[in-house]
């Protein structure tokens, strides 16, 4: 049915940063800066549902097995 604002009564609301890249894009690869950091951030509010597929390509990349699209665009060093 209909909603029902009572189950959320006496809760305190939950504010804080997404952490989302200013291109929309999550940061998945290696830092140039550090040969042995790998980086897999800036979901936003998808985390969760990218989860098996960021896993997926960090293990990959710090194998460095081949990957089946360019991740330049994913880079954490874009910007």
């Known amino acids: 049915g209909n909603f029902d604002p009572a189950w ?5 609301p939950w504010i804080g940063l997404r952490p989302v890249s200013p291109d929309g894009l999550p940061y998945i690869g290696p830092c140039a800066a550090w040969d042995n950091l ?7 509010m998808m985390g969760m ?3 098996p597929v960021s896993g997926k ?11 089946s699209f360019q991740t330049e665009i994913l880079s954490p060093d874009r910007f």
């Open 57 to 67: 390509l960090m293990a990959d990349l710090i194998q460095q097995q081949p990957v």
């Open 38 to 44: 790998f980086i897999n951030t800036g979901h936003a």
């Open 8 to 12: 959320v009564e006496g809760l305190d």
């Open 49 to 51: 549902s990218l989860a």
